[in-house]
Nanobody
Framework: QAQFVESGGASVQPGGSLRLSCVVS????????YAWYRQAPGKQREVIAIISRSSDENYARSVNGRFTISRDNEKDSLYLQMNNLNREDTGVYYCNRLPDIGSWGQGTQVTVSS
């Protein structure tokens, strides 16, 4: 079964940037589309960015124009470049296939606060 290890989260000020990474193991990485998910405090986990097998990208309205998802098929890795962060971006970020496989990594915490 695939496993996901996210990293790169931190505490930043509004307007700041972060780059999240996700290493995927235990599966055929290139066979699948993936997504970054975010769980804000007190809210359900939601899809915020999707990347297809051919690297087509789609974004939730809340992050469109500020976040960029990418994949490196040589490194079995996903990335999320996040720019112009705001307080509503605070949460735990996860990567997974889309649809998800039901098993999750530990996530990485992003806190946007002045």
């Amino acid at each position: 079964q695939a496993q996901f290890v996210e990293s790169g989260g931190a505490s930043v000020q509004p307007g700041g940037s972060l780059r999240l990474s996700c290493v995927v193991s235990g599966g055929h990485f290139t066979w699948y589309q993936y997504a970054w998910y975010r769980q804000a405090p007190g809210k359900q986990r939601e899809v915020i960015a999707i990347i297809s097998r051919s690297s087509d990208e789609n974004y939730a309205r809340s992050v469109n124009g500020r976040f960029t998802i990418s994949r490196d098929n040589e490194k079995d890795s996903l990335y999320l470049q996040m720019n112009n962060l705001n307080r509503e971006d605070t949460g735990v970020y996860y990567c997974n296939r889309l649809p998800d496989i039901g098993s999750w990594g530990q996530g990485t915490q992003v806190t946007v606060s002045s």
